[in-house]
């Protein structure tokens, strides 16, 4: 486990992360306003009755845990999930990635297929792109996919 001291400096909050077999951390995001806490709804149905399909992910600004993949030569994190507010962009996720990792070069990919906008929000991708309640996001020092 990190230290205070080490979470302090990548931003991360390390006082939600689980036991080791399925550690997730938060990433810095905005404060909200009267919530303690950045949990996942469960629930599968919007207000006025028009609900989706249970298990159908839905467009919310809810967290969303993100998988960091090591491709090629990149290096390994010793911690590689993590959860996001569904409201902030890719760039975000990418930034703290550049941070772990200590570089200013990198290629990124959704499922080992492509390279998403940095502009695209991270409840837009998992909505999409989301594998098994997760949203994978490879990486790789060298461009690994077209």
Same mark, same amino acid.
């Given at each position: 486990?990190? !230290?205070?001291?080490?979470?302090?400096?990548?931003?991360?909050?390390?006082?939600?992360?689980?036991?080791?077999?399925?550690?997730?951390?938060?990433?810095?995001?905005?404060?909200?306003?009267?919530?303690?806490?950045?949990?996942?709804?469960?629930?599968?149905?919007?207000?006025?009755?028009? #609900?989706?399909a249970e298990g159908t992910p839905q467009r919310?600004? #809810?967290?969303?845990?993100? *998988?960091?993949?090591?491709?090629? #030569?990149?290096?390994? *994190?010793?911690?590689?999930?993590?959860?996001?507010?569904?409201?902030?962009?890719?760039?975000?996720?990418?930034?703290?990635?550049?941070?772990?990792?200590?570089?200013?070069? *990198?290629?990124? =990919?959704?499922?080992?297929?492509?390279?998403?906008?940095?502009?695209?929000?991270?409840?837009? *991708? =998992?909505?999409? =792109?989301?594998?098994?309640?997760?949203?994978?996001?490879? =990486? !790789?020092?060298?461009?690994?996919?077209?």
């Amino acid at each position: 486990m990190e !230290s205070a001291e080490s979470s302090a400096s990548t931003g991360v909050d390390m006082t939600d992360a689980k036991p080791p077999s399925a550690q997730e951390s938060t990433l810095p995001g905005p404060p909200e306003d009267g919530a303690a806490s950045q949990t996942q709804s469960d629930h599968t149905s919007q207000p006025g009755g028009a #609900g989706q399909a249970e298990g159908t992910p839905q467009r919310s600004t #809810g967290s969303v845990v993100v *998988l960091f993949k090591a491709t090629g #030569g990149a290096p390994i *994190l010793k911690q590689s999930k993590f959860k996001i507010q569904g409201s902030e962009k890719f760039s975000k996720a990418v930034d703290f990635l550049r941070k772990l990792i200590h570089r200013d070069s *990198l290629f990124v =990919y959704l499922n080992s297929a492509f390279a998403p906008s940095m502009d695209e929000l991270i409840s837009t *991708l =998992y909505e999409s =792109y989301g594998l098994e309640g997760k949203l994978v996001v490879n =990486y !790789s020092i060298t461009p690994a996919w077209g």
